[in-house]
């Protein structure tokens, strides 16, 4: 998510609603209204959970929800490792027009612990062009539209 917010750093009149410490920082001294979910600070994962935040994030409405996950599969959905942020991104897919996942290829085939969504709540997917063309067809035939980006030379793959 955060090479998103580094793409955005030169836009204007664009709102960005986030509980995410690294998404902050990286458009603190920009033109971009950034809008910051308040709660409770999670030092592991750097962003803000909680009551507040779901509470904040009941009163919006998006355009356009960027989300991220710890795991994706046909069978399952979109997963992550925290029930938090799987709440977190449960709550904004309800909340948005558009539905974007952005994930690294790595992500696919692999079951998080916490269920956040299913594929048919998303409407694009952006990965890299090392996801496996058995994910490849399967989202194309799901009617999901399909980005494959390279990867950044400084990207740290987990």
């Known amino acids: 998510m955060l090479e998103v917010a580094k793409n955005l ?6 709102t960005v609603i986030t509980n995410a410490i690294p998404i902050i920082m990286e458009l603190i001294r920009t033109e971009v209204d950034v809008h910051i979910l308040g709660g409770r ?6 962003n803000i959970t909680g009551y ?3 509470d904040t994030l009941s009163k919006y409405y998006v355009d356009k929800a960027f989300i991220s996950a710890g795991g994706i ?3 399952n959905g979109i997963s992550d490792y925290s029930s938090d942020d799987a709440e977190f991104i449960r709550m904004i897919t309800e909340r948005a027009k558009t539905v974007i996942l952005v994930a690294q290829s790595n992500k696919f085939g692999v079951n998080a612990f916490a ?11 952006v990965s890299d062009k090392n996801l496996s063309e058995e994910f490849v067809r399967g989202i ?14 400084n990207l740290d793959t987990p």
């Open 41 to 46: 600070l999670n030092h592991d994962e750097l």
């Open 9 to 14: 750093k030169q836009k204007s009149n664009i």
């Open 73 to 75: 599969t046909f069978q």
């Open 115 to 125: 269920s956040e969504c299913s594929l048919k709540d998303i409407d694009i997917v």
């Open 140 to 153: 194309q035939e799901l009617g999901i539209s399909l980005i494959l980006a390279d990867l950044p030379e």
């Open 52 to 54: 507040t935040v779901r």
